[in-house]
C-alpha cells in the first residue's frame, strides 16, 4: 500500500502474481491515484482481482473514490470535486485489458488500427474552468471516456451510468443469456443484405427518370455517329479531293502553261531540245566519242514528248463538277462536326461510340435487372424473417427464465416481495431483431411494475443490480464491477447473504465495494479503511490497506461496535471472517486460476 500524502507512480504488478481461488477476469481496474480532490489531498490506490471492499466511518470519502472513478471516466461532472484552495486536481487509473476482445473494443473507440496493448492509463486534469483528459498520454474528449467506460466497468448505485439500465442492452443481455448470439449474428447479416439490396432498389427507382434521359441522350449520339460510319483513312482522302475540285480552273491554267511552253508555243521546250539533238547527232559523226551526249539528249527529249502527252490527257480530265465538290464538303464537314463534339480525331469518336454502346446495353437491362433484383429482395427479406423469428422464441422462453431466477436471488437479498417481468415489444425489423425489451420491477408489495430505470431507491437498485450480475454471470462484456449502496436498508443478517453473493460474482469479475457492514467486510479478498484527519486548516483523507487478519478484525469490530470495541466484539468479528472463509472455500476449489495481475504475495 502507498503512504498517505505520498504520489506512487503507477506501475505494473508482477505478471506471475496470483489471488487465490479467483479467475481473473478480462477487464481491472489496478490502481487509482488522486490528488486534490475534495477532501483527498493526495490518495494512491491499489486493487486486485477478486472482491475490493472500502469501509470506513460516514463522511471519510468512500463513495468520494467511486465519484472520482465516475469522474476519471466522464461519468460525472469533474470540476466541483477540485479541492478547496487549488488551482489543479488529478485523477490517474490503470487498467489491465487481459483479453483480446477487450483491448479490440477500446482500440476501436480510440481509433487506433487493430488491438491495443494490455495497459491502459485514463487521467483527468481538473481545474476550475475546464478539465482535460488523457489516455495513454493522448488527448481525447469526454465523450470517448463515457464509451470506453462501457468497455471497462460497470457502476451501481448511480442511475445514469448503468449499463443494464438502457433497453438496447438489456436485449443484448437477455440474447447473450439466451445463447441466441449466433442466431442474433444471422439476423443481423441478413438484415444488412435485405436493407443493401433494397437500397439498390431504391436508387434504381429514383433514377428511373434519368435513366430514361441517358438511354434518349446515348441513343442520339449513337444514331448521330452511326449515320456518318466515319473512318480516319477517308478523311484524309475526302480532303485531298477537296483540293482539287475547289482549284480546277487554277490547275487548268496552270497545266496549259506547262503544256505552252513545253510543246505548243514558238520556240517550245521540245523544239530546243530537238535542235540540240540534231546538233549532237552532227557532233557524234565527226567525233564518236560524243555519242553518249547525243544518247542522254535523246532521252530527255523522249520524257518530254511523254510529259506533253501526259499533261494533255490531265487538262482533258479536269471538269467542274458542282455535285462531286458540294458531296466531299458535306461529308468532309459531317466528320469534322463528330471530331468537334467527341473528338478531336476521327479515333476519340470510334472510342465514344463504343463506350456509350456499353453504357446502353446497361441502361436497358436495368429493367430486367429491377425485376430480378426484386426477387433478390423477396429472398432476403424472407431468410431475416425466419432468423429473426427464430431469436424471438429464444428470447421469449429465455425471458420467463431469468425473471424467475432474478426474482430468486431478489429473494436471497431480503426482497421477497419482489417481481420482476420482462417484456418483449414487437418492433418493426431491425438488425437487432423485432422486439424491444424492457426489464420491469415492482421491489415492494402494491406497487406496479415499473422500468428498471425508474427504480428510486439507490439502495434497492444495486441489490437488483446485484442479483441481474449473479444470474448473468456469463456475460462478459466487462468485469470491473463497482457496488457503492448495495447494502443500504439492510440488516446483518441479509449483510451475509450480500457479501457470499459479492464473493461469487467476484469470482470472474474484479468486484470494488463501498460497505457499512462487516458481514460483507468480512468476504473480501483486499480490504481497504478509509478515514480522515482533520487540523484547524484542512480535512484530509487516508485509504489504509488492512494486510493481515488481525488489523481485518479490528477494523470490523469497529464497524459493529463503533469506538466501543471490547473483546466480544472483537471475537464476534474474528467469527465473521472465520465464516466468509468457510462459507467461500466450502464448496471446493475452482481449479487452476488464470495467470494475470492480481494480489502480491506478502
Not at 434519368?210 to 456518318?228: A, G, H, N, P, S
Not at 480546277?248 to 491554267?253: F, G, I, K, P
Not at 508555243?265 to 557532233?283: I, R, V, Y
Not at 469518336?349 to 426477387?375: C, F, N, P, Y
Request: proline share 3%; aromatic share 2%.
Amino acid at each position: 500500500m502507498f503512504s498517505p500524502g505520498r504520489i506512487a507512480p503507477i506501475t505494473k504488478r508482477s505478471r506471475h502474481d496470483t489471488i487465490e481461488d479467483v479467475e481473473v477476469g478480462n477487464t481491472m481496474l489496478a490502481q487509482l491515484v488522486i490528488e486534490n480532490l475534495v477532501i483527498i489531498e493526495q490518495a494512491a490506490v491499489e486493487f486486485d482481482a477478486g472482491l475490493n471492499v472500502l469501509t470506513g466511518q460516514t463522511g471519510a470519502g468512500k463513495s468520494l473514490l467511486v465519484g472520482a472513478i465516475e469522474a476519471l471516466l466522464g461519468l460525472r461532472p469533474s470540476r466541483d470535486m477540485l479541492r478547496a484552495g487549488q488551482r489543479e486536481g488529478r485523477i490517474t487509473g490503470l487498467f489491465y485489458l487481459q483479453d483480446a476482445p477487450s483491448r479490440a473494443a477500446a482500440g476501436r473507440i480510440l481509433g487506433e488500427d487493430g488491438e491495443i496493448g494490455e495497459e491502459l492509463v485514463i487521467s483527468r486534469r481538473i481545474q476550475e474552468s475546464r478539465s482535460v483528459a488523457t489516455v495513454n498520454s493522448r488527448p481525447v474528449p469526454a465523450g470517448i471516456l463515457r464509451d470506453l467506460a462501457e468497455v471497462l466497468i460497470d457502476i451501481h448505485g448511480q442511475h445514469e451510468h448503468q449499463y443494464l439500465l438502457r433497453p438496447v442492452n438489456q436485449l443484448h443481455v437477455l440474447t447473450v443469456y439466451a445463447e441466441a448470439e449466433v442466431i442474433a449474428e444471422q439476423v443481423r447479416q441478413a438484415w444488412q443484405r435485405w436493407q443493401q439490396l433494397q437500397q439498390k432498389a431504391d436508387e434504381l427507382a429514383s433514377s428511373q427518370q434519368k435513366r430514361i434521359q441517358l438511354i434518349e441522350f446515348y441513343q442520339y449520339q449513337i444514331d448521330e455517329i452511326d449515320k456518318v460510319q466515319p473512318t480516319a483513312e477517308e478523311l484524309a482522302g475526302l480532303e485531298t479531293e477537296h483540293r482539287k475540285l475547289a482549284n480546277v480552273e487554277r490547275l487548268r491554267q496552270a497545266a496549259a502553261q506547262a503544256a505552252a511552253a513545253l510543246s505548243e508555243q514558238e520556240e517550245s521546250a521540245l523544239d530546243l531540245l530537238g535542235q540540240a539533238a540534231g546538233a549532237l547527232a552532227d557532233m557524234s559523226k565527226m567525233d564518236p566519242g560524243t555519242g553518249n551526249l547525243q544518247q542522254a539528249c535523246n532521252e530527255a527529249l523522249a520524257n518530254l514528248n511523254e510529259l506533253s502527252i501526259d499533261l494533255a490527257r490531265y487538262i482533258d480530265s479536269l471538269e467542274i463538277d458542282p455535285a462531286r465538290l458540294e458531296f466531299v464538303e458535306n461529308r468532309i464537314e459531317a466528320i469534322r462536326r463528330l471530331c468537334r463534339k467527341y473528338g478531336p480525331n476521327v479515333e476519340d469518336v470510334l472510342e465514344h461510340r463504343r463506350k456509350i454502346g456499353e453504357e446502353l446495353k446497361g441502361l436497358e437491362s436495368a429493367e430486367s435487372d429491377m425485376s430480378q433484383l426484386q426477387g433478390q429482395i423477396d429472398e432476403a427479406r424472407q431468410a431475416y424473417m425466419e432468423a429473426a423469428g427464430k431469436l424471438t422464441q429464444h428470447r421469449r422462453a429465455a425471458s420467463q427464465k431469468l425473471a424467475k431466477s432474478v426474482m430468486g436471488e431478489l429473494a436471497e437479498l431480503g426482497m421477497e416481495k419482489a417481481v420482476c417481468k420482462i417484456d418483449l415489444a414487437e418492433t418493426s425489423p431491425g438488425p437487432s431483431g423485432m422486439e424491444s425489451v424492457e426489464f420491469m420491477i415492482s421491489a415492494n408489495p402494491g406497487l406496479p411494475l415499473r422500468p428498471l430505470r425508474n427504480v428510486a431507491s439507490g439502495g434497492e437498485l444495486s441489490r437488483i443490480m446485484l442479483a441481474l450480475k449473479s444470474v448473468l454471470s456469463g456475460d462478459s462484456r466487462c468485469s470491473v464491477l463497482v457496488f457503492d449502496e448495495v447494502d443500504a436498508n439492510v440488516g446483518g443478517r441479509m449483510g451475509s447473504v450480500i457479501g457470499r453473493k459479492l464473493a461469487a460474482l467476484a469470482r470472474r469479475n474484479q468486484v470494488l465495494c463501498v460497505t457499512h457492514l462487516p458481514q460483507i467486510a468480512a468476504y473480501a479478498d483486499r480490504h481497504m479503511t478509509v478515514h480522515k484527519t482533520s487540523d484547524t486548516r484542512t480535512t484530509r483523507t487516508h485509504v489504509t490497506l488492512l494486510e493481515d487478519e488481525p488489523r481485518r478484525a479490528a477494523e470490523l469490530a469497529e464497524m459493529i461496535a463503533g469506538r466501543n470495541v471490547t473483546d466480544t466484539t472483537l471475537r464476534q468479528a474474528e467469527q465473521l471472517l472465520q465464516e466468509a472463509r468457510v462459507d467461500r472455500t466450502g464448496s471446493g476449489k475452482r481449479g487452476a486460476v488464470k495467470p494475470g495481475p492480481a494480489r502480491r504475495r506478502r
